[in-house]
């Protein structure tokens, strides 16, 4: 196939966890690719590419998006948000400490995705029922938990933010 | 995969967009969310060498109420956006709309997917197709000839098949009238998949009777058709019960037609027609 569009490199900028980085890209990068390839921003996983998995959860201007269903040019100008920014100075945050202690992880493949997602659902949502935290979980895909351990991570997380306010 | 090479535009205004898409020509496209259109040019599918992004365009993202008991949705609306929004902002008649999105896929598809995109995406079983034929919806198209209105019994024309020009830029989708007593319903095959079969309800209700309606059937055939069978049980009237209601629900998938398929696609796809209509009347009727 040789009728394709001229391959030209675009300059952009990314705001991802609060600093801001100038990228050469293609404009067919995705967002995933360019945050792992680009930035080596490699904790945001990518599976099936094409928003099912949502293994490439992140924070797009604080809501839950997939990374691989937007290309990196139309991210310019948001606020980017990824599982390596909820960790503080090599702590876990209360949400990655409630999906150890739940046992919300085996493999680790679906986790960045579950975090963020969890992440950008209860900013919005604090009071979320534990019905409504596994509607939201039916988000993601995991192979391993079988779900529940996740739906209780949350659920645990959330009940612990809500007695801290 | 990865999508093919292609080049990008932003665009700065819906005027400019149109000027984009008409100049660059058949083989540009809009995108919107890319809820669909990025999945599509990942796998190929899809793989237009210009696209013209109109995402930034904040001036098409409202819900607007006006004295004429109209909605009009600006086509860069998020699902997540109605999902969330007030009575105020819907107006009391499209809580209908709000109710309905939470069938369409999940959280992190419905906060970048626009009402826009899945119109003029035009699947048949997506939500907003549906109930744009139910509720009379019309669609405003930009083009570089100015403006034109689209009723919704003419917009969508078969499988991913809209009456949108290349060079037209859906802007705004008026929902005329309010539909108080209205319900969307449906099937999947896992939370959050596209349906397989999907209904809107709209009834005419008062004092506890029913003097017709509109019945909306998603997934029966290429783009959302309405059932004239069952609009006609409903338009004889009678208590809003399950007397009607059965009756109703039994004329739309007795017209849903024979089996269209050598398996029993055709007898599941009426069961499920039938018990999706009555639900949605039901449900329609408890608002
Ligand atoms: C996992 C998953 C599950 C989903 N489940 C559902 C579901 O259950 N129900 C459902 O309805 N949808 C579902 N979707 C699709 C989703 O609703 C999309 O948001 C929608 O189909 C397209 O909207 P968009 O803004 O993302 O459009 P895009 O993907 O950007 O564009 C889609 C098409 O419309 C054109 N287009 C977009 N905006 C305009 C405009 N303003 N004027 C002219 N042309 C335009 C584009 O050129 C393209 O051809 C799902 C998507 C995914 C990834
Ligand atoms: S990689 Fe994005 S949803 Fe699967
Ligand atoms: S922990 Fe293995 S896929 Fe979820």
Known sequence: MT??????????????????????????????????????LTGTHVGCEHGICGACTVLVDGAPARACLMFAAQAEGARIRTVESLAEDGELS???????????????????GFLMLAEGFLAERPAATKEEIREVVASNLCRCTGYQTIVEAIDDCAARRRKET | MKPAPFVYHRARDAVGATRLLAELGDESKVI??????????????ARPRHLVDVGGLRELDYLRTGPDGALRVGALTTHHTVETASDERL???FAVLRAAMEWVGHL???????????IAHADATAEWCLLAVALDAEMVALGPGGERRIPAADFFQGYYTSALDPDELLVEVVFPRPARYAALTEFAERRGDFA?????????????AVHGGRVALGGVAPLPVRSPEAEAVLARGGPAGPELFTACAGAAAAA????????????????????????????????
């Open chain 1, 3 to 40: 009728d394709t569009a001229p391959r030209e490199r675009q300059l952009i900028t990314l705001d991802v966890n609060g600093e801001r980085h100038e990228l050469l890209i293609e404009p067919r990068r995705t967002l995933v690719d360019a945050l792992r390839h680009d930035l080596l």
């Open chain 1, 94 to 112: 209360d949400l990655q400490r409630a999906f150890t202690e739940h046992h919300g992880l085996q493999c680790g493949f679906c986790t960045p």
């Open chain 2, 32 to 45: 919107a969310g890319g809820q669909s259109l990025v999945a599509m040019m990942n796998f190929r599918l």
């Open chain 2, 91 to 93: 107006g009391s008649g």
């Open chain 2, 108 to 118: 992190p598809i419905r906060t970048r997917g626009t009402v826009g995109g899945s």
């Open chain 2, 196 to 208: 397989t079969v999907s209904t809107v309800v709209a009834l005419d209700l008062r004092d506890g």
């Open chain 2, 256 to 287: 849903a037609g024979p089996p269209d398929g050598v398996s029993g696609d055709g007898d599941y796809r009426a069961a499920l027609i039938r018990e999706l209509v009555r639900r949605a009347c039901e449900e329609a009727v408890s608002r």
